[in-house]
């Protein structure tokens, strides 16, 4: 008497049904381009970033990102604050949290070997009474299609930007007033200093 063969219970069929949907799609998914993959759907095109592309003039699919100097947070600038020439974004490190600002209306920028690299006031403030100041230095990561700050250099505490400047010799000069020795954290900065530094492609140069 020959035995029937039972056959394949629909509960045991479901799984490979799934195995051989999911293998089927990686495959499809691999054989085409990044390309060709926007095309056929092109509602998931990556959105440029518009704060970057508004304080920059570059379209970048990531957000503006800052290591906060001496600290290993960082903040992503997300707010254009277009009537006071402000960009702004918040950061957070666990034991210490503030936001970081910088003065678009002094941006300036210059192109070494093809390369735009930008200068800018930029502030730093947290939990306490300070608010550090800095010559930012970005540069846009195109591997990531971000802008990152790629080196910064310290005015000092509560000082007051006048100006930043490019000269003939593709030097920055930045015009600022920090505290005189006899002067009060609370009271507005009024010895003139004047801060000039080289650079490259990768920071600023003080010499």
Same mark, same amino acid.
């Given at each position: ?20 949907? %999911? ?7 691999? /054989? ?21 592309? =508004?304080?920059? #003039?570059?379209?970048? !699919?990531?957000?503006? !990102? ?6 290993? =947070?960082?903040?992503?600038?997300? !707010?254009?604050?277009? $009537? ?6 918040? *950061? ?9 600002? %910088?003065? !678009? ?14 200068? =800018?006031?930029? $502030? ?9 100041? *800095? ?20 005015? #000092? ?7 930043? #400047?490019?000269?003939? /010799? /593709?030097?920055?000069? %930045? ?8 002067? =009060? ?23």
């Amino acid at each position: 008497m020959k035995k029937r063969i039972l056959p394949i219970p629909l509960i045991l069929l479901i799984p490979i049904v799934l195995l051989v949907v %999911v293998t089927v799609a990686g495959v499809y998914r691999f /054989s085409l381009s990044d390309e060709e993959i926007l095309a056929k759907f092109p509602s998931a095109q990556l959105q440029s970033d518009s704060v970057v592309l =508004a304080v920059f #003039g570059i379209k970048a !699919t990531n957000p503006w !990102t800052i290591q906060v100097p001496e600290n290993n =947070a960082f903040a992503f600038i997300d !707010t254009l604050n277009e $009537s006071q020439n402000l960009a702004s974004g918040r *950061y957070d490190s666990g034991a210490e949290r503030g936001v970081v600002t %910088v003065d !678009t209306k002094m941006l300036k920028r210059v192109d070494i070997e093809g390369q735009p690299l930008f200068f =800018a006031p930029m $502030s730093v403030s947290n939990q306490g009474s300070g608010v550090f100041h *800095y010559l930012a230095l970005f540069k846009f990561d195109s591997s990531r299609s971000r802008m990152i700050l790629a080196d910064s250099e310290l005015l #000092g505490d509560r000082v007051k930007i006048q100006n930043l #400047g490019i000269d003939k /010799s /593709s030097r920055v000069e %930045v015009v600022y007033l920090q505290h005189g020795p006899k002067q =009060a954290m609370s009271e507005t900065p009024s010895e003139e200093v004047l801060l000039n530094v080289g650079f490259n492609k990768q920071q600023i140069v003080k010499q």
